[in-house]
């Protein structure tokens, strides 16, 4: 069962930083947030992923709020090549269970 | 990098034929899973193995999908007999389960077509 909410659809303008939401109102204590994306005719691509802290790697930032019920992924300098769905997933870490999908949010980068 | 291969690529059939897809995960993770992708459902989750082991196949109809892992290196999908409401991106991943914190690996998955 998908336990997020993100909004459809956002546009952004290619090399300006692209924010997207997601509400998790219901995480629990040991939940993870994960974020992945699928670009058009691939299979899905792990991004990053967080428990409280802020995170940042070399594709993007993912910035949880203290409640943690709800957190923001952020593409600092967005390119057309970002133009995909991006997922938010919460998990349980290490267990080796499965990623439920919801419809995630569609992403057009506009140059 | 290291990849998830699945093949075919593309595979059209006809109605009543037995289809089979191929995963070879990356070499040493011992999580395989597999997910299917229509425009109205969107990405399910089908079956997950652990160590060749499967753990919940509880998504796929029983009467015509079976998935297996004969050894290490491969996982297979079977659909016998296949139905056009099968048509599908049927897609592969692959991951290490003590370390799932970091995500998992995904194939470029086999496009499947029923006619």
């Known amino acids: 069962d998908a336990k997020t909410t993100q909004p459809p659809s956002m546009d952004c303008a290619e090399g300006r930083a692209a924010n997207l939401p997601c509400n998790h109102s219901?995480?629990?204590?040991?939940?993870?947030v994960y974020w992945y994306r699928q670009i058009h005719s691939q299979g899905p691509q792990y991004i990053i992923h967080?428990?409280?802290n802020n995170e940042t790697n070399e594709m993007a930032s993912l910035i949880i709020t203290e409640d943690r019920k709800s957190s923001t992924l952020i593409l600092p300098h967005a390119t057309l090549r970002d133009t995909a769905v991006y997922y938010c997933?919460?998990?349980?870490?290490?267990?080796?269970?499965?990623?439920?999908f919801g419809t995630g949010t569609s992403l057009t980068v506009i140059p | 990098d290291a990849r998830v291969t699945q093949t075919p690529r593309h595979k059209v059939t006809e109605m009543g034929q037995e289809v089979t897809m191929r995963c070879q995960p990356i070499?040493?993770?011992?999580?395989v899973f597999w997910y299917r992708q229509t425009m109205m459902q969107g990405l399910e989750l089908l079956a997950y193995?652990?160590?060749?082991?499967?753990?919940?196949d509880s998504g796929m109809p029983k009467d015509r999908f079976s998935a297996e892992m004969p050894d290490a290196t491969l996982a297979t999908l079977k659909i016998q007999p296949s139905e056009p409401r099968d048509s599908a991106v049927y897609f592969c991943?692959?991951?290490?389960?003590?370390?799932?914190?970091?995500?998992?690996?995904f194939g470029s998955g086999t496009r499947l077509t029923v006619v």
């Open positions: 991943a692959s991951g290490l389960s003590v370390s799932a914190a970091q995500g998992y690996t």
């Open positions: 219901t995480i629990s204590g040991n939940e993870y």
């Open positions: 967080g428990l409280k």
């Open positions: 997933i919460v998990r349980v870490a290490n267990t080796g269970n499965q990623f439920y």
């Open positions: 070499l040493g993770h011992n999580t």
């Open positions: 193995f652990r160590n060749r082991a499967p753990l919940d």
